[in-house]
């Protein structure tokens, strides 16, 4: 089993950052791809990045170039710049999780961590 534990939410002006943080212990290895997914309130759940096992990132659309994943052994990290309104939501952890394209199935959680931008 694989535990995953989300840190780093909070609330912060449009065009400020935050630093999410995805810790995973249990059964891991350093070549677990892992990715983060968000949900708001009344809207589908979308893949947000996610980095494979190889080291490739995928990311939406809407975060291209604002958003930056990046990873050690057993933690995954999600820079996130210019932040928006339209980015407020719960940003969940996932593993196995290769490609923002690729639903994951069968995968690991973590608890979520929420992301709230005023303007």
């Known amino acids: 089993q694989v535990q995953l534990v989300e840190s780093g939410g909070g609330s912060v002006q449009a065009g400020g950052s935050l630093r999410l943080s995805c810790r995973a212990s249990g059964d891991t290895y350093s070549g677990l791809c892992m990715g983060w997914l968000r949900q708001a309130p009344g809207k589908e759940r979308e893949g947000v990045a996610a980095?494979?096992?190889?080291?490739s990132t995928t990311y939406a659309d809407s975060v291209k170039g604002r958003f930056t994943i990046s990873g050690d052994k057993n933690t995954v990290y999600l820079q996130m710049n210019d932040l928006k309104p339209e980015d407020t939501a719960m940003y969940y952890c996932?593993?196995?999780?290769?490609?923002?394209?690729?639903?994951?199935?069968?995968?690991?959680w973590g608890q979520g961590t929420q992301v709230t931008v005023s303007s």
């Open positions: 980095l494979d096992s190889d080291g």
């Open positions: 996932a593993a196995p999780y290769c490609y923002t394209h690729v639903p994951p199935r069968d995968n690991y």
